[in-house]
């Protein structure tokens, strides 16, 4: 399902980015596999530079590598690699993608988002925080894994200033067009987010409302998970948490803040529904938002989270809003369930 309705450590001096941007040699066809390397050195946006920056001025100019500043590219460490040099993992594995497909024999991916394997980079980044987050609120230990598998991703190929998720293929393809949607890692996590919804109840969103929740999930995942890796390494956020997408909305939108959605627009249920499944869905991202806020990350999250295994392909807000109740009772109790209850009160769901 689309994610718009549309219709992108320590943080590098500029010295040291000017010296690692220069891109990385595609292998000749004989070239041997390296040994090894399940992790490497990338650079990323966190989440994207809009964020890391607070310059909402930015612009994409045609994907020129100087139209973000240096300092908003940050060194990570990939993990989970499968040691061929591609970006193929145990979590995320880069399918197909426009351009050469990035590869490395010394274990660095440092390209700049002029080049096509930037975009490659991001992808894989994201899609394995994605799961490694899920992972550490206890999915596949204490909790039941969600998604853990390598999730396909198609980068730059969709020719469209969208992307999509498709539970029949199992794949999320990132459009381009603008902004390329991969460069802003809170696009992929949202159209993660969907891949997380399909694989703990299949053929999710068979309603308005289910299809809104949906879209109300990977707005909230993408912020959580933005969130989450920013903290991780040490990246300011310098723009209000709320606001989805800054980076890649900034090419069809001319409000400031630039976002594509928010997760505290003020809507109310059943005032403010209008029948479109992300314009009704920031009624749902918003309670999720007002859990995270009085319970924290974690414990919102796991709740969150685990209560999609028991929503039906079609809820309705109702009945997903008393679901998400009674996860917070069997987890942590009853005054946890009484913040989640508010939380749909006072958006009129419950």
Known sequence: MASKSWSSCVALTSAAVLTLVAGVAAPAADAKQPAGGT????LVFIPNPVQSSGDESLTDQKDSATAVPRGDYYQVTLTDLDGSGYLRGTWANVRSATGTPAYTTNGTYFYNRHDDQFEQVMAYFWGTQ??????????????????????DYKVDQYGLDNSFSRDDHDTITLGKGGVDDAEDGEVIVHETGHAVHDAQVPGFGSTLEAGSIGEAFGDYFAVTVGDWVAKQYGVPVKEPLACVADWDSVSYTSIVPHCLRRLDAGKHYPADVVGEV???????????????????????????????????????????????????????GASQAAVVQKAFADRGIL
């Open 39 to 42: 992790t490497a050195k990338a």
């Open 130 to 151: 994605a799961q490694k987050y899920l992972q550490s609120l206890g999915f596949g230990r204490d909790l039941p894994p969600v998604n853990a598998e390598s999730q």
């Open 278 to 332: 992300h314009a009704d869905g920031e009624i749902w991202s918003q309670a999720l938002f007002q859990i995270r806020t009085a319970l924290g990350p974690a414990v919102a999250d796991r709740i969150i989270i685990d209560a999609q295994f028991g929503f039906a392909p079609g809820t309705s807000f109702a009945a997903a809003a008393q679901q998400t109740v009674a996860t917070a009772r069997a987890l942590y």
